[in-house]
């Protein structure tokens, strides 16, 4: 909504307003997404990651705001340094520790990021949770010449809120989420700490030889829904309207249901009237998932874009068949336009009516 109103408003002081909206629920949203990857129950992309290239990014983010006292280091020689996985998430955790790494020097230091392909003994791989069977692994690490932990705040470390810093100055869910993202990869996470000399935290992540192929970025017109016939399916009030105002305001024709039951039986009485169908993963009654099968059985070429907060792990990956998209909450504006416009294009390829 914060969005729909910026669109209309031009004066700057009710503009501010809105940002700082926009601003708290980023806000919000970041720490949701960083419980859910600390339970596992964040979504992750699979694709072949180059952490040099995820080092890279978080060294450019932390170099804008790190404290010229402190050196950046950085010896990258793990060859090939990549992994499977979800670089976004994989990003926010190498960010996560870089950060952790100059707030611990605030009177400045060295700051290390290191690679190396290391394959874990038996012994090695017992004490870091990884399986026995060996193989290699992409060894990350982060380390700084800073106040250190004492082993009694270094057990609580990957807790859930847990922080040493004051009030403001963060939600104790930084190393939790990396603790869970690295978990949710297959890896391990080592701490070495000393008071007043410095920490270390080392990342292992499985090793993948397979090359990174460029991403492909998403370039929607903005007329690219005009004409479109939408079905959407959500069980919050406030959400299915929002979702007309924004698709109506892109162009699209709208149809509504209030759970998946609503959203077959629309579906059965207008499928020759339905683009693309929208749904909410999580509704009563019967779920996303249930109304994809039941959908897809009456048209095996529906378009779908499958909206949640989060799914269980390889749900979605499961459903992904030709059609379908998956579209992660909280969405912009842009994001729903996107997903919808590409499930649509993707259907109309496979359609034989083209």
């Not at 804008?64 to 950046?72: A, L, P, Q, T």
């Not at 339905?274 to 378009?303: C, Y």
């Not at 992660?328 to 499930?343: F, G, M, R, S």
Request: aromatic share 4%; charged share 20%; with cysteine.
């Amino acid at each position: 909504y914060a969005e729909l109103l910026a669109r209309d408003l031009t004066e700057p002081r009710q503009r501010a307003r809105l940002d700082a909206i926009a601003t708290a629920t980023r806000r919000s949203a970041d720490l949701t997404s960083k419980l859910l990857a600390f339970s596992r129950r964040a979504r992750r992309s699979t694709a072949v990651v180059d952490l040099h290239a995820i080092v890279g990014e978080a060294l450019a983010l932390v170099e804008r705001s790190i404290d010229r006292r402190i050196v950046i280091q950085t010896a990258l020689d793990a060859e090939p340094a990549t992994t499977l996985g979800d670089a976004a998430q994989l990003d926010s955790a190498v960010l996560n520790l870089c950060l952790n790494a100059r707030d611990a020097m605030p009177a400045g230091g060295t700051l290390r990021i290191a690679t190396t392909i290391v394959a874990p003994d038996a012994e090695r791989c017992r004490v870091l949770g990884l399986p026995e069977t060996g193989g290699a692994y992409v060894a990350l690490s982060v380390s700084d010449t800073g106040c250190g932990m004492a082993p009694t705040v270094r057990k609580h470390i990957f807790e859930p809120f847990f922080t040493t810093k004051e009030v403001g100055k963060g939600t104790g869910m930084g190393l939790a989420a990396v603790f869970g993202t690295v978990q949710q990869h297959g890896g391990a996470i080592a701490v070495d700490s000393t008071e007043g000399v410095g920490s270390c935290f080392s990342l292992y992540l499985p090793s993948c030889h397979a090359c990174v192929l460029p991403a492909e970025e998403a370039v929607v017109a903005a007329d690219a829904l005009t004409g479109l016939r939408i079905l959407v399916a959500e069980d919050e009030s406030a959400l299915r309207e929002l979702s007309r105002s924004v698709l109506c305001s892109a162009g699209a024709a709208v149809h509504l249901a209030a759970d998946g039951e609503q959203a077959v039986a629309c579906y059965a009485e207008h499928a020759d009237a339905i683009d693309v169908v929208v749904l909410d993963m999580v509704m009563p009654r019967m779920d996303g998932a249930a109304a994809l099968r039941a959908i897809r059985a009456q048209d095996p070429d529906a378009a779908i874009v499958l909206v949640s907060g989060y799914s269980a792990e390889n749900t979605i990956e499961d459903l992904a068949t030709t059609g379908i998209r998956f579209l992660q909450k909280p969405y912009t504006v842009a994001d729903l336009v996107a997903a919808i416009a590409a499930a649509h294009g993707a259907g109309s390829r496979s359609d034989s009516r083209g």
